[in-house]
T-cell receptor, first 113, second 117 residues
Framework: DAGVIQSPRHEVTEMGQEVTLRCKPI?????LFWYRQTMMRGLELLIY????????DSGMPEDRFSAKMPNASFSTLKIQPSEPRDSAVYFC???????????FGQGTRLTVV | GESVGLHLPTLSVQEGDNSIINCAYS??????FIWYKQESGKGPQFIID?????DKRQGQRVTVLLNKTVKHLSLQIAATQPGDSAVYFC????????????????FGQGTILTVHP
């Protein structure tokens, strides 16, 4: 099993540009989570899905952030427009069912300059 | 201005010593708890979990203790090795009580463990 796959691993972009982060969950997992990690705020849950449906997006910081899960094997987190304060490591995780242990990807390190 | 980050608790031990990492969780209704280990440049990795109907669970070299009365978790690592150096997080999940927070895996701030050879 390849585990949770995130792309890109690193992204450097200019302020105002659109950024799209991608995630492929573990095959057969029904729940998917997007987290952001910074020194200031630690690991924050942004949004999570169950069976491709968003369950709780209360952690999404602003309307500039959006996430989709068009099918069971793919999710995106989009930031438009990006700002320097969005710089962080973004993690995607998946779990077999809601309420079970989550497996994390390697993360995408985003730098907005 | 000066940026202020999280001041993570730190624990430094000698190789071979036992380590105890503590965590206070926030939701008294949470019924499932997980310890994760995060090494530099990597995502959090599952170590051990425990359900609220238990107060102790043992794995290989690790033991998790749960005290629901004071909402406290601890992770004990026996014979700590340099490879155990990482940030350790506890995470909690509330029960399927019909609320919107079901399945919401929430992390604590983490503890930095440094093992000296």
């Amino acid at each position: 099993d390849a585990g949770v796959i995130q792309s890109p691993r690193h992204e450097v972009t200019e302020m105002g540009q659109e950024v799209t982060l991608r995630c492929k969950p573990i095959s057969g997992h029904n729940s998917l989570f997007w987290y952001r990690q910074t020194m200031m705020r630690g690991l924050e849950l942004l949004i999570y899905f169950n069976n491709n449906v968003p369950i709780d997006d209360s952690g999404m910081p602003e309307d500039r952030f959006s996430a989709k899960m068009p099918n069971a094997s793919f999710s995106t987190l989009k930031i438009q427009p990006s700002e320097p304060r969005d710089s962080a490591v973004y993690f995607c995780a998946s779990s077999l069912v809601l309420g079970s242990e989550a497996f994390f990807g390697q993360g995408t390190r985003l730098t907005v300059v | 201005g000066e940026s202020v980050g999280l001041h993570l608790p730190t624990l430094s031990v000698q190789e071979g010593d036992n380590s105890i990492i503590n965590c206070a969780y926030s939701n008294s209704a949470s019924d499932y708890f997980i310890w994760y280990k995060q090494e530099s440049g990597k995502g959090p990795q599952f170590i051990i979990d425990i359900r609220s109907n238990m107060d102790k669970r043992q794995g290989q070299r690790v033991t998790v203790l749960l005290n629901k009365t004071v909402k406290h978790l601890s992770l004990q690592i026996a014979a700590t090795q340099p490879g155990d150096s990482a940030v350790y997080f506890c995470a909690e999940i509330p029960p399927p009580a019909g609320g919107t927070s079901y399945g919401k895996l929430t992390f604590g701030q983490g503890t930095i463990l440094t093992v000296h050879p």
